[in-house]
């Protein structure tokens, strides 16, 4: 299964070197095919120089620049048009997160799971200096998401997540113009009958940069998403739900932190704890 690796960057210059290399070695060391597609989000630095100098050192290493207004959602959007592979992850320029988180977000993938989540907050998860006033917001967003949709699932807002190229067929249209994409393309998923399995997965702050996410302006447009796809949930009758995927919302599978990687690697079946699994 070839891996793409959609990064949107915006002015991320001193960070996107270290988070290419990074994802290159560890995907290349564990033989995954892949390719690592980055999305200039209108910068006003050096990010797309330093990127064509990786992409002269590795053809497996693309970048190209949104053709829509700033924006990370746009700019997720634009990498979702152009990726080649057979599964995409959606992964921050700054490096705060993991390669090896997204080595077994592919096995899962490989496992059979239509999309593989990963959660900072179950047990095997970490953050590192996670800023104060944004982890209790984030905490507040994520425990109202998981009660409306009842999916267990208690880091959706977090933008680093894996898909099979059928599931971004599906959720599409996708409307979300800023970080709110980070939440319409999951609960989509999750509501129109993929299968997932959920991961614990480490975090750490950037360390170069600044961040681009500004929670004052993200309130009102998170709400917005949310509402959006509870009211297709409730309202729509399942018309957009994909034609085979049984009644509720779609099936999930929890792993502990050994037993997410065990299943992965060795090609496990996890049964009836994995929920319903694609061909």
């Given at each position: ?10 002015d ?7 988070t ?14 892949y ?5 200039d ?10 990127v064509?100098q ?5 053809e ?19 990498g ?5 592979g ?5 992964v ?11 080595v ?7 496992a059979g ?6 959660s900072r ?30 999916h267990?699932?208690n ?15 599906n959720v599409?249209?996708?409307?979300s113009h ?15 009958g ?8 480490s ?19 998170y709400?917005?998403?949310?509402l ?25 599978w ?26």
């Amino acid at each position: 299964m070839k891996l793409s690796v959609v990064i949107p960057a915006h002015d991320e210059e001193e960070s996107i070197a270290g988070t290419v290399s990074e994802i290159a070695k560890a995907l290349a060391d564990e033989g995954i095919d892949y390719e690592i597609l980055v999305v200039d989000d209108a910068s006003g630095d050096r990010t797309a120089d330093v990127v064509a100098q990786l992409v002269e050192r590795d053809e497996r290493v693309r970048c190209i620049r949104s053709p829509y207004r700033n924006g990370f959602g746009f700019a997720v959007r634009a990498g979702l048009e152009r990726y080649e592979g057979d599964a995409v992850a959606i992964v921050m320029a700054d490096g705060s997160d993991s390669p090896r988180d997204l080595v077994a977000y592919h096995r899962l993938l490989c496992a059979g799971y239509d999309c593989a989540f990963g959660s900072r907050f179950i047990p095997g998860g970490s953050t590192h200096d996670y800023p104060r006033l944004k982890l209790i917001a984030n905490r507040l967003v994520n425990t109202a998401i998981r009660l409306a949709f009842g999916h267990g699932y208690n880091d959706t807002t977090n933008a680093f997540k894996a898909y099979r190229r059928h599931v971004i067929d599906n959720v599409q249209p996708l409307i979300s113009h800023h970080f709110n994409l980070t939440v319409e393309i999951p609960l989509k998923a999750v509501v129109r009958g993929h299968s997932y399995a959920i991961t614990p997965i480490s975090w750490r702050n950037r360390a170069a940069g600044t961040s681009k996410l500004r929670l004052q302006e993200m309130g009102s447009r998170y709400l917005f998403i949310v509402l959006y796809v509870f009211f297709e949930h409730h309202l729509s009758r399942g018309d957009y739900r994909r034609a085979d995927a049984p009644e509720g919302a779609g099936q999930g599978w929890r792993a502990g932190a050994p037993d997410a990687r065990v299943h992965a690697e060795t090609g496990a079946r996890p049964g009836e704890q994995a929920g319903r699994r694609s061909s």
